[in-house]
């Protein structure tokens, strides 16, 4: 298991990309909450793919012109947290959903908060859109990248006055 990694300057601030094996395996927030130790990231490198394919895309998101991300992914976790962070993918650009309708998603409707831990555990921040999730009353809960980044985020998609703090 060959991982490298490169740190991208981003609207939200810097962005540690991890390749592992070729794919995407880590996309992190400085002080994310369960940000691996920088020691496990790998050489940093920021000249060879699959870093560029990222840094275009998510350079595309933030401009406005890219709402779905097209990138190999490498995600490590355990199968539940994979089913959970798939489902992530499949909520679409500028909307959200709830912890527990996506519990209902994954075949898990009493798991709520056990997709709330996932969730959280979401090693691909922005491009597995994790901050698209909002607690039952519509409102924004936990967010490894802190709540205005949230925020930020789903203003963006959404295209409100406010993303104009990018």
């Not at 996309?27 to 050489?43: K, T």
């Amino acid at each position: 298991m060959e991982s490298t990694h490169a740190v991208l300057d981003s609207p939200v601030g810097p962005l540690t990309v991890v390749v592992t094996d070729g794919g995407l395996s880590g996309l992190y927030m400085d002080q994310q909450r369960h940000r691996p130790a920088e020691e496990s990231f790998g050489a940093r490198t920021e000249t060879q793919e699959p870093f560029k394919a990222v840094a275009e895309q998510l350079g595309a998101y933030f401009a406005g012109d890219l709402t779905e991300f097209d990138l190999p992914l490498n995600m490590r976790g355990t199968p539940f947290q994979q089913r959970v962070w798939a489902a992530l993918q499949e909520i679409p650009y500028g909307q959200t959903t709830t912890y527990g309708e996506l519990a209902v998603e994954i075949g898990k409707p009493s798991a709520s908060r056990a997709v709330g831990l996932a969730n959280g555990k979401n090693p691909i921040s922005v491009i597995v859109p994790c901050h698209r999730v909002v607690g039952s009353t519509g409102l924004l809960t936990g967010y490894g990248g802190g709540l205005a980044r949230k925020r930020q985020l789903l203003d963006f998609e959404r295209g409100t006055r406010e993303a104009a703090l990018f």
